[in-house]
């Protein structure tokens, strides 16, 4: 099996993604984080252990050294050594203790002499440290140097009746067999340490892919929404995270299931909206074709319906043709400012033949003069469709009422109205898309079913909210909210 070095590359590519997936992945994280706590007890601990051994070890040897420089030092001070000499068997003790400790020794009498060296060097010459001037002073000097690794203790050697100090033993004893044995003692313990890792690590291993295994569920069950709707709903509560993702998911997913569902309701009303006309067009048309002698009224008759149902159909058409503009281009707005009561003034003279011709009365309030920054071409296409659906879904010799008002962060638009009211339960459905509460009403005055959804299009566009109070027999209100200045 032979590799192409574009495939080469493509692998190593792969590799290095997956190397960098990995380590940003929580899994990664997470093993890293019991290795760690498993791992670096381990190696305090080692290092903790070691330590303590040198310095018992070292502080053994320093009280063994030091018992021993005080039996030498009463027996010397008793035999009267300055005068009398070391005797052989005090310096055979001396040889003994320093082969024993694999040491040296050195007596030094008051006048900083040194009169025994077990290393026969320094026998005769003058001895003056720190170390022996403390002693003569009555201290026992303790010293350890880690670094030459030898062990020095300076003994005050008195009198008989220990009235006087008379000279100083100091003994320096090598430490190399402590060294030797914490060295071992390292390696042992770095097996086990070694040891205890390779355990750490797999369990952390191990942990870790239980830990995530939750997240993998989630994981998968996004994985499925990417291909449609069908993902089951999420219910994994192992950790409050994953519950809390969960809770999360499942609001969206309900979420996406409901716009899926209102897409293709969607849809199928474009269809029907848009083929009702046409279909009744094409019966119009027939008609017409198959009478060959039909008489001037009928054909009138029958254009009168057809320039009817064109109308109707232009209308739907720009509906959506609104709608889609203002999905697509929603950041394009035209925002200026503007008189908010002479552009509600406009959009009611306008509307005030059509309210004539069904015996409504419209007012309109002004509490304030109000100035806004607002798209205005689109906000009176929503507060025309507002007032126009509070026409044509009233009582004859009903009312409309229009007001203005405003604070200082918001104007307000309520157009009230005598109507025929909403159902209670219909409220939350009339701003979707070609939704209406009596269709048959509804056609029958020439609705589309999309005047409320581009109202509401408009109104969240201008970082606004548009609420409705209704009740069945007693009318509707319609309730705008609108910043002066719009958030850019």
Not at 12 to 20: C, E, Q
Not at 85 to 101: A, D, F, M, R, W
Not at 473 to 488: H, L
Request: aromatic share 8%.
């Amino acid at each position: 099996m032979y590799i192409q070095s574009g495939e080469l590359v493509t692998i190593l590519g792969v590799r290095r993604y997956i190397k960098f997936k990995f380590f940003k992945s929580l899994r990664f994280y997470i093993i890293l984080l019991l290795m760690l706590v498993g791992i670096i007890p381990c190696v305090v601990m080692k290092a903790m252990v070691l330590e303590n051994y040198e310095k018992r070890a070292v502080d053994v040897r320093t009280a063994e050294i030091q018992n021993q420089c005080t039996i030498l030092c009463d027996q010397l001070g008793s035999s009267g050594y300055q005068e009398n000499g070391i005797s052989k068997i005090i310096q055979s003790e001396l040889i003994q203790l320093s082969n024993v400790y694999n040491g040296r020794i050195m007596v030094i009498d008051d006048d900083f002499c040194i009169v025994c060296d077990t290393y026969n060097l320094e026998r005769g010459k003058t001895m003056v440290s720190g170390d022996v001037m403390n002693s003569f002073q009555g201290e026992i000097v303790r010293h350890y140097d880690r670094e030459n690794r030898f062990i020095e203790v300076a003994a005050p050697i008195r009198t008989k009746d220990d009235e006087q100090i008379i000279g100083v033993m100091l003994v320096s004893v090598s430490t190399d067999t402590i060294a030797a044995t914490k060295a071992l003692l390292g390696q042992k313990a770095g097996i086990a340490e070694a040891i205890m890792i390779l355990l750490v690590v797999a369990i952390a291993v191990f942990l870790g892919n239980i830990m995530v295994r939750p997240f993998a569920r989630i994981t998968k069950s996004i994985g499925d929404l990417t291909a449609g709707y069908d993902a089951d709903y999420l219910h994994v509560y192992t950790y409050e995270e994953t519950a809390l993702i969960s809770d999360a998911f499942n609001r969206m997913l309900g979420r996406l299931k409901s716009l899926d569902e209102s897409r293709q309701e969607f849809v199928s009303n474009v269809s029907h909206e848009l083929k009702t006309p046409l279909t009744s067009m094409k019966v119009l048309s027939d008609s017409l074709l198959t009478q060959k002698d039909a008489p001037v009224e009928l054909y009138q008759e029958f254009m009168a319906d057809l320039s009817e149902e064109i109308e109707r159909e232009n209308k739907i058409i720009n509906d959506l043709l609104s709608l889609v503009k203002m999905d697509k281009t929603a950041a394009e707005m035209n925002i200026r400012t503007e008189n908010m009561n002479e552009v509600i003034e406009r959009i009611l003279k306008r509307l005030q033949p059509l309210a004539a011709a069904a015996n409504i009365e419209v007012v309109y309030e002004s509490f304030r003069s109000v100035n806004a920054e607002v798209d205005e071409v689109k906000l009176s296409l929503a507060v025309t469709n507002l007032v126009e659906n509070a026409i044509k879904y009233n009582n004859e010799g009903g009312w409309v009422h229009v007001s203005l008002n405003a604070d200082h962060k918001y104007f307000y638009i309520e157009v009230a109205d005598s109507g025929i009211g909403i159902p209670e339960e219909e409220t939350e459905h009339i701003f979707e898309r070609f939704y209406r509460v009596d269709k048959s009403h509804s056609r029958e005055i020439g609705g589309t079913g999309l005047g409320l959804s581009i109202a509401r299009n408009v109104v969240v566009m201008h970082r606004g909210a548009i609420k409705v109070f209704s009740q069945p027999g007693e009318g509707t209100t319609f309730s705008v909210k609108i910043p002066i200045n719009y958030a850019r």
